[in-house]
Structure formats: C-alpha cells, structure tokens
C-alpha cells in the first residue's frame, strides 16, 4: 500500500473485523460512536466489484475515491482502518479470500458485516458465513426507511402491489407532510398532476454547485491496475459529492435552488440542459453518505417554511419515501428469479449505439450522449427513452439491466433492477 493507505502492521489480540462496503460510506452508523482498539474496518478495492460489469469510468472513480475519502476520516477519528488499493501487492481481488488473509494476520476472533443491498453479495457474504471457522455476524445497514420485508408484509395477499398504496402507508407510519388530523397535507396524497410541466428554458436552470476533485493520478492507478471501463471519464474534474459533507452542501444547494421549480418540471426535458432542476443526490444517498430521512426532513421543512411548493416538495418526497423504499421492497421479495424474468419473451440484443449514442433518433441520441459523458440521466430519461425504447424493440431484459447497471454512476442493483 502507497500514499495515505499504510502497510497493514501487527496483528492485534482480539480483533474483530468490520467489512465496510464501497456503497456503505455512512459515517453516523452505530459502528463508529467511538474508537475501540480491538476492532478492525476492512474496507477494499476490488476486481470483483469493478470487473462483473463493464462499468462507466466516472462510477469506478467516484466509488473508489469515495471510499478513500471515508477510510482518510475514520482514521483521523481514531478508528483502525486496514485499506486494500486496487494495485495492492497483498490484494486478493476477492472480498473473502482478503477477509480470509485478514482474519489470519491478525488473528481474528470474529468478522462482521453489514447486509449488503445486493443479492449477489448477500449471498456470498452469507456462504461465507456459513462456512467461515471464525463466527460471523450481520448488521443492519441503518440507512433504509424498511426491513428488507416489509414492503412484502404490507402486500400480503394482495394481486396487486400498488405504489400509490405503499407510499400513503410510508407518509402514515413516518408522519410525513400530514396535517393536523393525520391526513394529507393539502388535501392530497398525491400532486403527479402538477408535476410534468414543458420547460420552455424560465426560469434557468439551478446552477452546478458540486464540488470539483482531481483524481488523475487516482484514475492512472486504475487504468494500470488493469480495470476496465468505458465513457468520459472527467479523472482531473470529478463532479460527485465525496463525503458527507460534501453531499449535505448539495442538499443544502437543492433545497434552496432547485426544490422550489422541481416539482413543475421534473419530468421535463431539454437539449443542452442535463439537470434542469433536479437534486444529484443519488450516488451520495446510494452510498449512504446521506440519510433518506434527513432529505426527506429537508424538503418538507422547506414546504413549510413557505420556501417551496407543496407540490414541489411531495413530487420530490414521492421519489425518496415512496419510490425507493417501493421497489427495495421489490427487490427483496422477488430475487433471485426476478432478474431472469421475461413475460415478452423479448430476446433482441441491445443496440450498439446505447453503447456510443450514435444514432438518428434525437432523444435516444442525446440521452445517451450524456450517459457516456456524464454517467447520469435523469429518470424520466432512463424510464421513457432508453427503456421505452429498448421494450418496443424487444430487447432481451437482462442485457437491459446490465447496460444500467454499467453506466450510471448511481446503478446498484436493488434500485436499478426494479426499475429495468
């Protein structure tokens, strides 16, 4: 290990060892209340995560710094952080076969984890446990509004699995944007009818406020590490919030900027205008840098500071409490079966061009022109064209859900598989 990232020294009596996941950088976790000297955070960078997709460069790199960042600051609180670079000569390239050498160094008495929020690594880490000779034990992730089940339990017996249902249930149990009698405030559940004005360029566009980080010698380690990748990859102008306070300053810069125009125009879109309104809050709270209820917090407290409208702040809420905890829950309930589904039978290849954008159909041409530049479309963007598309020309599901997860830098399978 080079740099900020020391040598990993003598094994220590005692020691338990704390996985920290590239998207589990939640600083307020119960784990780090304090310093303790016979516990170990394990955090890595590994072929394993950057190779079983070809991912865009910008998700590799803001992950990877991301992830530095957060060993950097747990370190400079106290906490013992052991960090496998992805060029680390000691690097496995394997979660477990690292945990394995880990636990060995340092002769560990027990590992922990918190539950990753893909099935793909829940259930090796829980293989893992299950076979491991140390005892293993899982943690909450603390992040979520929902167990893992709870959405299930909510639809029990139910045909159909009706958001509007679930996120009335949500604004109910959380006590979100209710009025005094515990109904909804103004009247109504739900503004969507207000929410899919034509933006005609007024007013302009919140501004891009996010910080600007130059991580090209971070990017050249990546490339000489051997990991592949595609899209622009922005190494000396990385546009994404790093850490928490990072993310709380673009909460912070949406709530006042963006919030109030957001609801009007959120299903808008426009040439030479990649944001228009919206928060970029996603990769911060998909790593958990952000908690959804501080967000949530935010705009309603906005709303009723008289600085937004209500139609703003539930449209935006609607997305964070409903739509995200909805198909979590979805996620949940219907893997592992879930990702070869295929009522179609639709088994067309993806086309070439959601890979380089060079096509005539303009919507299709734009939006993925911004993908490969900026890894992030909006939703409406990723729903209703290049997943409109994709479904009129049949095109085989799976190849659709490997494309998004690949090429947005906030893609992690529980929340892109639903919406694929």
């Known amino acids: 290990m080079t740099g900020t990232f020391a040598t990993i020294k003598a094994a220590a009596s005692a020691t338990t060892l704390r996985l920290v996941l590239g998207d589990q950088l939640n600083p307020r976790h119960s784990w780090f209340a304090a310093p303790r000297d016979d516990v170990r955070y394990v955090m890595m960078e590994v072929r394993q995560e950057s190779d079983y997709v070809l991912h865009h460069a910008q998700k590799i790199l803001a992950i990877f710094a991301a992830m530095r960042d957060f060993a950097r600051a747990r370190r400079a609180e106290g906490h013992h952080v052991d960090y496998l670079a992805i060029d680390d000569a000691d690097n ?3 979660l477990t076969e690292n945990l394995d050498a880990l636990a060995a160094r340092y002769r ?10 893909e099935w793909r690594l829940d259930t090796q880490l829980a293989d893992y446990a299950r076979c491991s000779a140390l005892p293993c034990r899982a943690v909450d992730s603390e992040h979520f509004y929902t167990a893992r089940d709870e959405t299930a339990a909510l639809f029990a017996g139910r045909r159909q699995w009706l958001m509007e249902r679930f996120y009335r249930a949500m ?26 004005g034509s933006w005609s360029g007024t007013p302009p566009p919140a501004a891009d406020r996010r910080p600007q980080h130059d991580h090209s010698a971070l990017w050249h380690t990546i490339c000489n590490a051997g990991v592949r990748s ?15 306070s990072e ?32 928060s970029l809050l996603s990769f911060a709270l998909n790593t958990k840098m952000l908690d959804p209820r501080e967000v949530v917090a935010a705009a309603e407290t906005a709303w009723r500071d008289g600085r937004v409208p209500l139609a703003a702040a539930e449209g935006f809420i609607r997305q964070i409490l409903g739509w995200r905890e909805y198909v979590r829950g979805i996620y949940w309930q219907a893997m592992p079966e879930y990702l070869e589904r295929n009522a179609m039978q639709a088994t067309a290849p993806l086309p070439d061009f959601y890979w380089h954008g060079d096509t005539d159909l303009n919507c299709l041409h734009e939006t993925n022109e911004q993908t490969l530049r900026y890894g992030y479309v909006r939703l409406i963007q990723r729903l209703m064209v290049t997943g409109l598309f994709a479904a009129l020309f049949g095109v085989d599901p799976r190849r659709v859900h490997e494309w998004s997860l690949a090429v947005y830098v906030d893609a992690v399978e529980w929340v892109e598989l639903p919406n694929t």
């Open 108 to 117: 560990a008495v027990a590992i922990e984890y918190q539950w990753p929020d």
């Open 230 to 244: 595609f899209g622009e990859t922005d190494a000396h102008c990385l546009r994404w919030p790093l850490n928490r």
């Open 171 to 196: 604004r109910r149990k959380h006590g979100v944007l209710l009025d005094a009698e515990g109904g909804p405030a103004g009247g109504q559940w739900n503004y969507d009818a207000e929410n899919r």
């Open 92 to 94: 496995r390239q394997s």
């Open 247 to 278: 993310a709380l300053q673009q909460l912070d810069h949406f709530i006042e900027n963006a919030l109030p125009h957001f609801g009007q125009y959120q299903d808008a879109m426009a040439s030479g205008a990649p944001y228009i309104f919206h």
